[in-house]
């Protein structure tokens, strides 16, 4: 999953050039009512069923071809994330919106990458709600801002772990070596000549420490050497 792949949202202006279709799913009969009420006054909007739980949806979705489905997050006989896989599974065309009473970062994380387009908590604002349904409906991903800063922060943090795991530490002694000379001026022949080692050698262990580090020249391995302190100036 990428940053590119979210969008902090703003508020539309309603005007559709077609009708969203929507499938609501709430095992709570007054929540589920209440919603499908709520959504009955937006423009542009058409609430075509209502059902308790994701095996009932499989079977509203194939009598009424939903754009959107919009859930509870805990609304099925199984988890949450078996009721998306379930509907992903027999009703692959409709984009899903979950709508949770709870933050939680794993299952957040979870849903998301389970391929749900909207992720919106039930005390957010009808306005959130809508917005999520228009963007999910063209196609892009909405998270509530009263998480999204939670889910940039996940996504900062699994790079981070990235880098660690692709950091100098990956390096073998003979990369790290290789490394240094780069950092210092050496041209591939010269290092080889240092090392006792072939040409292509070289080559080799300069193309894996340059793809383990994420670096494209020898200016760029340089500048990562002495910023790293393997090399003083």
Wanted: charged fraction near 25%.
């Amino acid at each position: 999953m990428t940053a590119a792949d979210f969008s902090i949202p703003t508020a539309t202006d309603g005007s559709m050039a077609h009708t969203i279709r929507i499938l609501v799913i709430d095992d709570a009969g007054l929540m589920r009512e209440g919603l499908c009420a709520l959504l009955r006054t937006e423009e542009g909007l058409e609430v075509v069923g209502a059902v308790a739980n994701s095996t009932e949806a499989v079977r509203a979705a194939a009598a009424s071809a939903p754009d959107i489905i919009v859930m509870d997050f805990a609304a099925a006989t199984r988890s949450g994330l078996e009721a998306i896989a379930t509907i992903r599974r027999h009703w692959p065309e409709a984009h899903i919106i979950v709508l949770t009473n709870r933050p939680d970062d794993r299952l957040m994380d979870a849903a998301l990458h389970a391929g749900v387009e909207g992720y919106v908590l039930k005390n957010d604002s009808r306005t959130e709600l809508i917005s999520a349904i228009r963007h999910a409906s063209e196609g892009r991903r909405y998270i509530t801002p009263s998480v999204a800063g939670r889910v940039v922060s996940g996504y900062i943090r699994s790079q981070a772990a990235v880098t660690r795991r692709n950091g100098p530490e990956s390096l073998r002694d003979r990369e790290r070596e290789v490394m240094k000379l780069i950092a210092a001026g050496y041209r591939t022949r010269e290092i080889a000549e240092q090392l006792s080692l072939s040409h292509k050698t070289i080559e080799k262990h300069r193309s894996n420490l340059m793809r383990k580090l994420g670096l494209r020249s020898a200016t760029a391995v340089a500048a990562y050497a002495i910023a790293n302190g393997y090399v003083v100036l």
